[in-house]
């Protein structure tokens, strides 16, 4: 039987979720916020912080990876996973999304589109959001973040 011990503080770094670029990455982030929100003693903020992420993790399947809404699962065997990660930041919950692509999330204009209202939304409903691209030795691409308020 092997000394399997919890560890109750996870390592630096070690908090991270990859995800597969498959629709089911957005219901799996939900469940994963909810469960960090939880053991972060904010599980108030679970509904706006599912909202939230999974927007952000829609986002990166339809525009990263082109997804279309109405799409089944493609096998994308040979590209790049994505992130998500929720971490506590003196009291705040913060949400990243990385993903390996350099284009940047930009709120649209739409009065007359059906789509284009998601960072809006993220926009509303959080403390404040943006992105930043890290160095190529740290991994490049970019990652999208919210505090959650
Ligand atoms: N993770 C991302 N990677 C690249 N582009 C993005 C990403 N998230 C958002 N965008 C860009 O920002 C635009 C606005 O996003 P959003 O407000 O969520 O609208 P929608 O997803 O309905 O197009 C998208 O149309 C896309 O061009
Ligand atoms: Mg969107």
Not at 28 to 38: N, P, S, V
Not at 85 to 109: A, F, H
Not at 122 to 142: A, F, N, Q, R
Request: with cysteine; hydrophobic share 40%; proline share 7%.
């Amino acid at each position: 039987m092997p000394n399997v011990v919890a560890r109750e503080i996870a390592p630096p770094g070690a908090s991270k979720i990859i995800l597969s670029p498959i629709p089911q990455a957005a219901g799996f982030a939900r469940d994963m916020i909810k469960h960090r929100l939880t053991c972060m003693g904010r599980p108030d903020l679970a509904f706006v912080g599912q909202l939230i992420g999974c927007e952000l993790v829609t986002n990166v399947l339809r525009h990263v990876y082109g997804y279309k809404l109405d799409e089944g699962i493609k096998i994308f065997s040979n590209r790049p996973k994505f992130w998500i990660d929720i971490t506590n930041q003196d009291g705040i919950p913060l949400i990243e999304v990385w993903d390996w692509s350099l284009q940047t999330p930009q709120k649209r204009n739409y009065e007359l589109e059906e789509s284009g209202r998601g960072l809006h939304m993220v926009e509303d409903l959080c403390l404040k959001w943006g992105y930043w691209l890290p160095k190529l030795e740290m991994g490049g691409g970019k990652i999208v973040w919210t505090l959650l308020k």
